[in-house]
């Protein structure tokens, strides 16, 4: 079985530029996650899609970043403009459907972003 | 306070050894526990679900305790491979859902 698949892997920009992150989740997976890992932290919690609704997005900091999840399938996390401290690993998950929330997320590679 | 707290560590021991981990969370509306591994600038991979009648896979033994707040892990015998930093994960009940919080972490150093 295919896994999450994410890219690009790595990623260097400059500070104000524009950033765009691409996620497939496994296939049949209703649930999507977009979380951001800074060095030494565990993952937060940006964004949740239940097929293409958004379930949550409290910390997600919607004057810059933005998601979708077109077609309840792919998602892409984009950052618009950037600042040095967006500088983490942005890791994207997928589940089936949570029902009480006993379910694995399994995770992507995740995508390395360097903000200089 | 933070919604999910572990010991950072870092925990070095020696093979053979038994560690144990600790977390405690403070919504007590949390509905399910877990508990992730993570290798060194890998993604996380679930290692066991925590549920309240405690639970066991192999050398692992998870406990939760839902009146004081408190997720435990123990290795047992442990092996150079259990190196690595071990998540504490916490699902809250949600409008249409869950909100899942990750602590930041217990990093593990197994050396021969």
């Known amino acids: 079985e295919a896994g999450v698949a994410q890219s690009p892997r790595y990623k260097i920009i400059e500070k104000r530029q524009s950033v765009a992150f691409w996620c497939n989740p496994i296939?049949?997976?209703?649930?999507l996650y977009w979380y951001q890992q800074i060095l030494g932290q565990g993952p937060k919690l940006l964004i949740q899609?239940?097929?293409?609704?958004?379930?949550?997005d409290s910390q997600l900091p919607k004057d810059r970043f933005s998601a979708e999840r077109l077609k309840g399938v792919d998602s892409t996390l984009k950052i618009q403009p950037a600042k040095l401290e967006d500088s983490a690993v942005y890791l994207c998950?997928?589940?089936?459907?949570?029902?009480?929330?006993?379910?694995?997320?399994?995770f992507g590679p995740g995508t390395r972003l360097t903000v200089t | 306070r933070k919604e999910v707290e572990q010991d950072p560590g870092p925990f070095n021991v020696p093979e053979g050894a038994t560690v144990a981990f600790n977390c405690t969370y403070s919504?007590?509306?949390?509905?399910?526990f877990f508990w992730y591994r993570q290798d060194c600038r890998k993604e996380p991979k679930l290692l066991m679900s925590?549920?309240?009648s405690g639970n066991e896979d192999g050398r692992f033994t998870a406990q939760l305790n839902r009146a004081s707040q408190y997720i435990s892990l123990l290795i047992r015998d442990s092996k150079l491979s259990d190196s690595a930093t071990y998540l504490c994960?916490?699902?809250?009940?949600?409008?249409?859902?869950?909100?899942?919080?990750f602590g930041a972490g217990t990093r593990l150093f197994v050396k021969a």
């Open positions: 998950a997928s589940s089936l459907q949570p029902g009480q929330g006993w379910v694995e997320q399994y």
């Open positions: 296939s049949g997976h209703a649930t």
């Open positions: 899609f239940q097929n293409n609704g958004v379930v949550d």
């Open positions: 919504n007590s509306a949390s509905q399910s």
């Open positions: 925590v549920y309240s």
């Open positions: 994960v916490v699902n809250l009940g949600n409008t249409g859902g869950f909100k899942t919080i």
